[in-house]
C-alpha cells in the first residue's frame, strides 16, 4: 500500500535521544540481534514466493496452504495464537476470480484499401487483463468517459453526453479534484474506487473497460460477468488519442480545471477477449501472533505490527511472487517476531503481530482486526506497518515526527546499533482512499506509522511477473529486522 514514498517524504536525521540502561536482559537481547540473518529472511521470501504459493491470491486455497506454512513456524518459535477460537488464523469469506490465461486485447486500425490492420497488445508491458474480469469476447467502439464517474450530488457526470452500451468504454484513475489534504476531497472519495468504477460501466451498459491504471495486475475490482477488462499502459492509450487526433493531456488538463466531462466518442474499435471462472466460496484469513505482555498490569495495553501476507496471484501460467510487494515486509516481520520469541525477555505489554490477508483487495484482513480486535483497540500504544520494505539503504517511519515518544526507541536502535540512514515523515492531512493497512487502524483513531525504505537502487517490478527475489535488497531488511526487535521490546517494556 503504499502512498508514503516519493514527494511525501521529509527526510531527517535525529537527534540523539538517551534512553535508560536496559538493565539484565542486555545480554538476552543481543543473544537474538546476532542471530538475525539475512540470508534466512531471503530464504521466507523465497518460499513465499515460489510456485506452488501461486502469488498468494486471497481466496485461493494456495494462499491458505501459505498462510498455514507462516502459521507453523510461529508454532515452531512458541508464539501464541492470536487468532479465532485458540487458533492462528482470524478468517473471512473472500470470493475471487480464476483468470485462465492472459486474454486478447487489439487495435483495429481501418486502412484507405478498406482493409483492417490488428495492432495486438502484448501481456504485461502493453496491458493486464483484469484480475476480476467478465469471460467473453467483445469487438466494439471505444467511448472515453473520463474518470468514470457519475455523481449527481457534486453536478459532474462523466456518462452524461455519450452513449456507451454495448461499447468498450475507456476511463482513468482517481477523480477531477486532486487535492486529497482538503477536506472538500471527501466529496469525492467515493468515486476513486475502482469497484465503484467497474460498477458505474456495468450501469451505463458498457461490456468492454479499459482501464488507465497503468500495465499492473490489480484484484481490488468487482467482478461482473458482463464485463470484460483490462488494464492498460500509457502506450495504448497514446494510440487510441493519436488515432482519433486528440490530446489526452489536454483533455485531462481541461477536465481537472473546469470540473467539466471531456467524454466523447473516439471513432475508434478494439477487440477485447477474457477467460475467467468465478469462485464464490473462496475464504481468506490474517494470520496473527502475540508475544503476551508479563506486567499484570500492562498486559492488555500492546503494540501491533502489521504487514500484508497476500499478493496479486496469478493469471494462467504467468505468476506475480510479490517479492518487494510484500514478502518483503512479512519477513522482516518475521524476523523481528522470531528473535523476540526466542529472546527469554518477557516485556511489561503485549505485542501483536498481524500477518494481515486481504490487503490487495481492500484491506480486508486489516478490517477485520479492527472489528475484532484480540486486545482493546483504545489500549493500543503504536499500530505499525510494514508495507514493500524491500529495496534500499536508508530506513524510515513515516508519522514518525508526530510521535517522538514512540519513535524514539526504533531511532535510538538504529543509531546505537544498525546505523543506516535515518528518515521520517510527519503526519499531514490525508482524505484519499485509504490504500495499506494502516488505514483502518487511522480511521478507529489509532496512533500508527508506517516503515519506509529509502535509497531504492534496484529496478522495482510493483504487481508485475519481475516482482521476484532477486529485485530486493536483504541487507537492508535484516537490520529494519532488527531495529523491529530492539524498538519493539524497549517500547513494550517502557
Not at 540502561?21 to 514466493?49: R, T
Not at 483513531?445 to 530486493?472: C, Q, R, W
Request: hydrophobic share 35%; with cysteine.
Amino acid at each position: 500500500m503504499k502512498g508514503i514514498r516519493g514527494t511525501f517524504l521529509l527526510l531527517i536525521l535525529f537527534a540523539s535521544i538517551r534512553l535508560e540502561a536496559q538493565g539484565p536482559d542486555d545480554a538476552l537481547l543481543m543473544d537474538q540481534y546476532h542471530l538475525i540473518s539475512e540470508l534466512e529472511i531471503n530464504s521466507w521470501v523465497e518460499k513465499m514466493c515460489s510456485p506452488e504459493y501461486k502469488g498468494r491470491l486471497t481466496g485461493t486455497s494456495e494462499y491458505m496452504n501459505a498462510a498455514g506454512w507462516l502459521a507453523g513456524k510461529l508454532n515452531e518459535w512458541g508464539v501464541k495464537p492470536g487468532g479465532d477460537n485458540g487458533t492462528y488464523f482470524q478468517c473471512f469469506d473472500r470470493p475471487w476470480v480464476e483468470v485462465k490465461d492472459r486474454g486478447e486485447i487489439k487495435l483495429l486500425i481501418p486502412q484507405k484499401n478498406e482493409k483492417t490492420v490488428f495492432k495486438e497488445y502484448l501481456f504485461p508491458d502493453d496491458a493486464v487483463v483484469g484480475m476480476a474480469t467478465g469471460s467473453g469476447q467483445i469487438t466494439a467502439d471505444v467511448v472515453f468517459a473520463g474518470y468514470g464517474i457519475t455523481a449527481p450530488e457534486l453536478g459532474y457526470d462523466d456518462y452524461s453526453n455519450v452513449d456507451v452500451r454495448n461499447k468498450i468504454v475507456l476511463i482513468n484513475r482517481d477523480v477531477p479534484y486532486k487535492d486529497i489534504s482538503s477536506p472538500e476531497y471527501k466529496k469525492w472519495v467515493k468515486y476513486c474506487y475502482h469497484i465503484e468504477k467497474l460498477q458505474n460501466a456495468v450501469k451505463h451498459g458498457a461490456r468492454g473497460l479499459l482501464y488507465m491504471d497503468g500495465n499492473s495486475a490489480n484484484p481490488n475490482i468487482a467482478y461482473d460477468p458482463s464485463i470484460i477488462v483490462f488494464g492498460i499502459s500509457q502506450t495504448v492509450t497514446n494510440d487510441i488519442f493519436a488515432l482519433c487526433n486528440r490530446d489526452v493531456k489536454e483533455i485531462f488538463n481541461a477536465i481537472d480545471r473546469d470540473f467539466k466531462p471531456g467524454s466523447f466518442n473516439t471513432g475508434i474499435r478494439m477487440s477485447l477477449k477474457a477467460n475467467s471462472v468465478y469462485h464464490p466460496e473462496g475464504r481468506g484469513c490474517s494470520v496473527i501472533g502475540i508475544i503476551p505482555g508479563s506486567d499484570p498490569a500492562l498486559k492488555e495495553e500492546s503494540i501491533v505490527v502489521g504487514g500484508h501476507f497476500d499478493g496479486v496471484g496469478f493469471i494462467g501460467n504467468d505468476i506475480f511472487p510479490g517479492a518487494w510487494d510484500n514478502a518483503s515486509g512479512v519477513a522482516d516481520m518475521m524476523g523481528a517476531l522470531k528473535a523476540i520469541a526466542l529472546s527469554g525477555i518477557k516485556p511489561k505489554r503485549s505485542i501483536v503481530f498481524i500477518f494481515t490477508g486481504g490487503e490487495e483487495v481492500g484491506l480486508l484482513g486489516s478490517k477485520e482486526y479492527i472489528n475484532h480486535p484480540l486486545l482493546p483497540l483504545d489500549k493500543i500504544l503504536c499500530y505499525i506497518n510494514l508495507d514493500m520494505p524491500g529495496n534500499g539503504t536508508g530506513i524510515g517511519f513515516s508519522n514518525g515526527l508526530t510521535y517522538p515518544d514512540i519513535i524514539s526507541y526504533f531511532e535510538q536502535a538504529n543509531k546505537q546499533y544498525t546505523q543506516r540512514l535515518f528518515a521520517a515523515t510527519e503526519k499531514r492531512p490525508f482524505y484519499g482512499r485509504p490504500r495499506s493497512d494502516a488505514g483502518p487502524f487511522e480511521e478507529a483513531g489509532v496512533k500508527n506509522m508506517s516503515l519506509f525504505i529509502t535509497g531504492a537502487y534496484k529496478e522495482g517490478f510493483y504487481h508485475l511477473p519481475g516482482d521476484t527475489p532477486e529485485t530486493i535488497t536483504t541487507e537492508v531488511m535484516e537490520d529494519v529486522a532488527k531495529i523491529l526487535y530492539i524498538g519493539l521490546i524497549r517500547l513494550a517494556d517502557k
